[in-house]
């Protein structure tokens, strides 16, 4: 793995600028209350005056997107890059994104769901730290907590400790310092068999997802494993995972354990500290973490320490 490239943290009054790697814009009122709260953190915020204009479910055209991410990367006037929202995108335009720029110019870029693809693709081709945590349309919907330490990680102190003490130490062992990477479930499922695919070997590995029935759940799980994903880890991190919307309380809980024990199957040969319950994802709790920094789970005292 490259060595871990940190961008420049950000402080108020620099200039953040919204990007659509991915999904079209869903709603226009999130969007308006997303720009708002950046610029009560201080923050300048610009974005295109027409906003985006693709159809379906794009923001816009490949090249437009990857377009638009690599010109935004060259304005030496925008300091982070904030993803519109996840959705469907990014695997179709991370081959025309200029490597060089990033390296030359990195810059802080924030985002979660389908923005793991183009953050575990930047973080293999470059070695650059991003930070997964809200996009811009769920920063409305996000807790107090989130969105102090969302800020934190704008502003360079990604490296703080989070409390995570309602987790559950599902496999105990050793505290363990690897690579942090990982995200979506389903779209790190999408990189299998294409040229980006990448190892997971001696990483720690984090894993959410939304609106899946438990078979699909269970269908990435094994053929993540047939794939010898989970053979060689140095750790793997379970966030928020969600079924049914009109689930009951009783069959949430069933269908998270029920991932869990698929998880403690697909991974028993493997003497690494596994966590579930942990405050990341499609929830309001989506407590950023520094993908591509060095990562410490320290299972015993239930601590997650970056470096």
Not at 166 to 182: C, F, H, N, W, Y
Request: with cysteine; charged share 20%; hydrophobic share 40%.
């Amino acid at each position: 793995m490259i060595a871990p490239l940190h961008p420049p943290a950000l402080k108020k009054g620099d200039t953040i600028a919204i990007v659509a790697p991915a999904g079209q814009l869903s709603s226009d009122r999130l969007f308006e209350q997303g720009v708002e709260i950046l610029k009560q953190m201080g923050f300048k915020v610009v974005f295109p005056g027409s906003l985006w204009p693709g159809k379906a479910y794009l923001a816009d055209s490949d090249e437009k997107r990857s377009l638009e991410f690599n010109t935004l990367l060259r304005n030496p006037d925008i300091h982070g890059l904030v993803s519109l929202r996840g959705g469907f995108g990014c695997l179709r335009m991370i081959d025309k994104i200029d490597l060089k720029q990033v390296q030359k110019n990195p810059k802080i870029i924030t985002g979660f769901s389908d923005v793991t693809i183009l953050q575990n693709f930047l973080i293999r081709q470059t070695g650059l730290v991003t930070m997964h945590g809200p996009v811009l349309t769920s920063l409305a919907t996000s807790t107090n907590l989130a969105l102090e330490r969302y800020f934190q990680c704008l502003t360079g102190s990604w490296l703080s400790e989070i409390d995570i003490s309602g987790i559950e130490v599902l496999q105990k062992s050793d505290t363990v310092t690897a690579p942090l990477i990982g995200g979506n479930l389903a779209s790190l499922v999408t990189f299998l068999g294409t040229p980006y695919d990448f190892k997971w070997d001696g990483k720690i590995v984090v894993l959410e997802d939304t609106n899946e029935p438990l078979y699909k759940v269970d269908r990435m799980l094994t053929q993540l494993s047939l794939a010898g994903k989970f053979a060689r880890l140095s750790g793997l991190i379970l966030g928020g995972f969600s079924g049914s919307p009109v689930a009951s309380d009783v069959e949430k809980r069933r269908y998270i354990e029920s991932i869990w024990s698929r998880v403690a199957a697909v991974c028993k040969q493997g003497n690494y500290p596994i966590w579930g319950n942990f405050p990341i994802g499609h929830c309001p709790e989506n407590l950023t973490l520094p993908l591509g920094s060095f990562a410490q789970m320290d299972s015993k005292n239930k601590r997650l320490l970056f470096s």
